[in-house]
């Protein structure tokens, strides 16, 4: 869903008349966030084999009720050294 967002934000970004595969394509690669409902950062280059993998990061909220949402922290990311299984 995020990624749809970012997308149709792009398009929107660039008007109707502009949209071409060519121009979609420019836009969408010279994007760097934030994206919706995504990790802050789109290129972190922490791990070698994935350079654009930044979604290791989580925040956390607590439901206040009646749609109500508190955030109770901010990005958290697992330790400088870790590295994931298979990267």
């Known amino acids: 869903w995020g990624q749809v967002l970012t997308t149709v934000k792009q398009m929107n970004k660039l008007g109707v008349a ?17 994206q919706a409902l995504g990790a802050p950062s789109l290129r972190c280059g922490k791990y070698k084999t994935e350079p654009a ?9 607590q439901y206040m009720g009646k749609g109500v949402f508190k955030p109770v922290t901010g990005w958290l990311r697992p330790p400088p050294n870790f590295t994931p299984a298979g990267a």
Do not use: E, V
């Not at 502009?18 to 934030?34: E, Q, V």
């Open 53 to 61: 993998a930044c979604n290791d990061q989580t925040h956390f909220f």
């Open 18 to 34: 502009k949209i071409t595969s060519a121009n979609l394509m420019k836009a969408i690669r010279n994007f760097r966030g934030p």
